[in-house]
């Protein structure tokens, strides 16, 4: 059991272990040892990136100390999307990239994600290496004289390097004619994202656009996506674009204000891929949570889907290991491998509203493409993550579910690595069936874990 990296890098309330300054400067430390900076006078560089929390400065000059306490120099770029700091580690030869977010998580948390210098997130060994680092205490710098100490910069051109490199991904193709509301969830993207579509002609209503370091995320963004809705219908707009605190995903709605998930997007994507003869080996990967709607649709067209556990690492990891191209999470997370080593939900964005005008159609037309089975993912607040073998009245209700569904659905329960909650999901050909054990399952999760 890992203690301080979860399956999104280091993630907490801010200004309360482990998301402390002294953490961080640990971690930072840490980080710099295992890239092996250690004594080599600042011949090698970090990015740091972070989003729009107020905590951010803290934990940005907190893990900037360390890293230079051991000789690493850094390349603050301040507000960027995690998939930008990816981005920027590769493109510009950095041996690591730290960015400072809680992703979609409110304002009160932060976290810290690391990558390494191919734009990769850390492997679970390479994350152990560091909180082993980091739990064993203080680690010691004074081996680094002061000559040898690393510097801190701030690069000025790191917004239009992102700003070109996505635009190249649809090779700068026009977005003229398509009205977007664009909700930037008051996130790391605000400046960005909508100068990124306005640049390629499209006409943009920008929501969500003014952080003031505590508004991240709040009543907006990918997690409620109601506020982009009630706007593309008010506007008239073709689609609305919610992306997250980072940016690093997104959900779209139609004309109507429709819900379109992660996994639609994977599906259409997927398809247009296949048309163009430019999906690897004929394959989409995605999690355990993505619905069985999308397996029979991808199926139906000589698609095969692989499955992960749940997290976008794991999505990428199977994607590497088996040279696939497209794949993601129902939470919006779609990874196209030809262009990010991440979720980026600008790319995706600008990969959808191609498609859009490519093929002259709605996206709920392109939507179109899946039958979605009733499903529930419930997320509740846990005092304690105690094993769910060692919990019998839920333990049963699983069991019970899963003899009940029959193979004819599912049920999903599982802790959270980035928050200290439960999720329960539950998946069945009837509607009535997905409430009943919803409800049955948050009973048990209520008497034994609040």
Request: glycine residues 10%.
């Amino acid at each position: 059991m890992r203690k301080l990296f979860g399956t999104d890098g280091v993630r907490g309330k801010a200004n309360t272990y482990p998301i402390t300054p002294e953490i961080a400067l640990q971690i930072g430390k840490a980080t710099a040892y295992v890239f092996g900076a250690h004594g080599k006078g600042g011949s090698m560089k970090a990015i740091v990136g972070k989003d729009t929390r107020l905590s951010g400065y803290m934990i940005e000059t907190a893990l900037t100390s360390g890293l230079v306490s051991m000789g690493m120099n850094v390349l603050a770029v301040g507000p960027m999307p995690t998939p930008a700091v990816a981005h920027l580690t590769r493109s510009m030869g950095a041996s690591c990239g730290i960015m400072i977010t809680a992703s979609h998580n409110p304002a009160d948390d932060n976290g810290i994600k690391i990558f390494g210098g191919d734009g990769f997130k850390l492997p679970d060994l390479a994350e152990l290496q560091i909180e082993e680092i980091v739990l064993r205490g203080e680690i010691n710098s004074s081996h680094i004289s002061s000559e040898l100490i690393g510097k801190a910069y701030r690069i000025d051109d790191a917004r239009g390097r992102y700003i070109e490199f996505t635009k190249s991904s649809i090779r700068n193709h026009s977005l003229k004619g398509l009205k977007v509301v664009l909700d930037c969830a008051n996130g790391a993207a605000y400046s960005m994202a909508p100068l990124i579509l306005k640049e390629l002609g499209a006409e943009v209503i920008e929501t969500a656009v003014h952080p003031d370091g505590s508004n991240i995320n709040l009543n907006c963004g990918a997690t409620c996506i109601s506020h982009a809705s009630e706007l593309v219908k008010k506007h008239k707009a073709h689609l609305g674009i919610s992306l997250d605190g980072d940016a690093d995903r997104c959900i779209f709605c139609d004309a109507n204000g429709n819900e379109v998930n992660g996994d639609r997007i994977i599906a259409l994507c997927a398809l247009d891929f296949k048309a163009r003869k430019q999906l690897a080996e004929d394959t989409v990967v995605v999690t355990s949570m993505s619905n069985l709607g999308l397996h029979k649709a991808m199926n139906a067209a000589g698609i095969r889907v692989e499955e992960t556990g749940v997290g976008d690492r794991y999505v990428i990891e199977r994607m590497r290991s088996g040279g696939f191209n497209v794949g993601g999470e129902q939470s919006g997370h779609i990874i196209f491998m030809d262009y990010a080593t991440t979720g980026d939900g600008i790319i995706t964005s600008l990969h959808v509203l191609k498609m859009m005008i490519d093929r002259n159609k709605t996206l709920a037309e392109l939507a179109d493409v899946m039958e979605e089975y009733p499903q529930v993912i419930r997320s509740i607040g846990v005092k304690d993550k105690i094993p769910l073998e060692k919990l019998p009245v839920l333990s049963a209700e699983i069991k019970a579910c899963e003899q009940a569904l029959n193979g004819f659905g599912r049920t999903i329960v599982r802790y959270s690595g980035t928050e200290n909650k439960i999720r329960i999901l539950v998946e069945a050909r009837q509607r009535d069936d997905v409430d009943k054990w919803t409800a049955r399952l948050e009973a048990a999760v209520q008497k034994e874990l609040c």
